[in-house]
């Protein structure tokens, strides 16, 4: 049986012993996919990599997100996604943060790029976001390169290893925000616009097999010339 | 209305309807996903003369915030027809039978989309008919659910529409403008042909039990014939074509 496939909403993914995932639901004996994407059966378990889609956020998600406002106790930050962030301001100030003391203004402005893990979510609140964690906070450089949310695992692959991949050809390190943001930094410019280009090459190409190999030869091919 | 002829037979003997068809036959259907780019999802549809374009936004905040329902998101739609549809210019302010389909529309859809997974927020469709010729409403929600399918929002299975009707006694398929107004019943069917379910089912006219099988089995048997290009329209965007 084919392992990956095609699938648009309705189709019929398998009917054997698995375990619905993301994006498939369990219809009599049926998996059936809800999303236009690939289907992905993976020991006893079904999933689609969804190719169009919002962002929905998860707890414990990493997400690259912008500052759009604040309050006098609060950040609101845009995630790609139908609902804002909220940053408390006592994650940024520490515990003895005072509303009149401290200026929010003075860590994080309007328009500042974050990297924050989604703390909490649930459907009364909006998504509460840390940035007290390591690898969190304030990103200072680098190009924020926007895709579709659906394309996140294809982007990181197996164990990290398209990622990696990307990152060792082109010494960068590229931030990757679950909600489709990522961040590209690289202290040679030829470096920064080669992994941008295979970060779009393959949200472009997420339904195509093989996409490591697809990417490897880009990569390659670049290095020579 | 149109440019034909008024004292046309909508049945002759050979089986053979006003505008060409076999009884059995729907009208010349194209589907494309995609083609507006503000919009999250959009579909475009040729229903034989009929042309609809869908757009597609969400899922996004709900405006106003008293609507919102925060154990699941809502779907909203508009049908509106542009003044230039039909015959006769139409005023573009929502008539009673636009606001009708928009909620038949709605409930046709509802089914079919899952929007529990999204909690206080609503996805929008809206449907703009630019040339209507009879069934507008099928052709709509049959490119009404491609736009949802593309916008990414999650589905059981894609609503496929068609119309049958009754015309000089006898089912026939699709149904178009003169066999609507001529003929003597119509009921549009909207169908989800992977789960097998029906989601919309209207007549207009009478028709005898037996006549009235026969008509949701005619019915059904269309959209499947919908269902197959919807799925090609689809493929078409996101796989180049091969499904």
Not at chain 1, 4 to 18: H, L
Not at chain 2, 4 to 15: C, I, P, Q, S
Not at chain 2, 17 to 46: Q, T, W
Not at chain 2, 223 to 232: A, N, T
Request: charged content about 25%; proline content about 4%.
């Amino acid at each position: 049986m084919e392992r990956r496939k095609n699938v648009i909403p309705g189709d019929v993914i398998t009917s054997g012993p698995f375990r619905p995932e993301q994006n498939v639901i369990l219809e009599d004996k049926n998996i059936i996919s809800t999303v236009v994407g690939v289907s992905e059966i993976y020991d006893d378990t079904v999933r689609v990599i969804p190719f169009a889609g919002k962002y929905i956020p998860k707890i414990d998600d990493l997400v690259v997100g912008k500052i759009l406002s604040h309050t006098s106790l609060s950040w609101e930050l845009d995630i790609n996604s139908c609902y804002v962030g909220f940053l408390p301001a006592q994650d940024v100030f520490g515990r003895d943060f005072s509303a009149h003391a401290d200026e929010l203004t003075s860590k994080l402005k309007q328009g500042d790029m974050v990297a924050v893990r989604i703390a909490n979510f649930d459907r009364t609140r909006d998504p509460l976001v840390t940035i007290g964690d390591r690898d969190l906070g304030k990103i200072d450089n680098g190009i924020l390169v926007k895709i579709s949310p659906g394309t996140i695992p294809r982007l990181i692959g197996k164990k990290g290893s398209m990622i990696q991949m990307i990152e060792n050809a082109t010494d960068a390190a590229v931030t990757i925000g679950q909600n489709g943001w990522v961040v590209v930094s690289c202290e040679s410019t030829e470096g920064l616009l080669k992994a941008k280009e295979a970060v779009i090459m393959v949200d472009q190409k997420a339904h195509v097999a093989n996409l490591t190999e697809e990417v490897k030869k880009m990569l390659e091919s670049r290095n020579e010339s | 209305m149109g440019g034909r002829d008024a004292t046309m037979v909508l049945l002759d003997e050979n089986g053979i309807r006003c505008d060409g068809r076999k009884v059995d036959e729907p009208r010349k259907i194209m589907i494309k996903a995609g083609g507006l780019k503000n919009a999250d999802g959009s579909a475009y549809i040729e229903f034989g003369d009929n042309k609809i374009l869908v757009g597609v936004f969400g899922p996004r905040d709900v405006h106003p915030k008293h609507m919102s329902n925060t154990d699941t998101g809502i779907l909203r739609v508009r049908y509106h027809m542009e003044p230039f549809s039909v015959g006769e210019r139409k005023r573009p302010a929502p008539s009673r039978r636009e606001i009708e389909i928009s909620k038949v529309i709605k409930e046709a859809l509802e089914p079919a989309v899952l929007l529990k997974r999204f909690p206080r927020t609503a996805v929008d469709v809206f449907i703009e008919v630019l040339q209507a010729d009879g069934g507008t409403r099928c052709a709509a929600l049959a490119a009404a659910s491609v736009a949802l399918a593309d916008a990414g929002i999650p589905m059981r299975d894609m609503v496929a529409a068609c119309a049958a009707g009754k015309v000089a006694d006898t089912i026939i398929l699709d149904v178009n403008n003169e066999e609507d107004q001529a003929g003597q019943a119509d009921m549009p069917i909207g169908y989800m042909p992977g789960l097998e379910k029906i989601t919309l089912l209207q007549l207009d006219g009478v028709l005898t039990p037996e006549e009235y099988k026969k008509c949701v089995r005619v019915g059904i048997e269309g959209c499947k014939i919908v269902y197959e290009l919807q799925k090609k329209a689809l493929a078409e965007k996101y796989f180049g074509g091969s499904s």
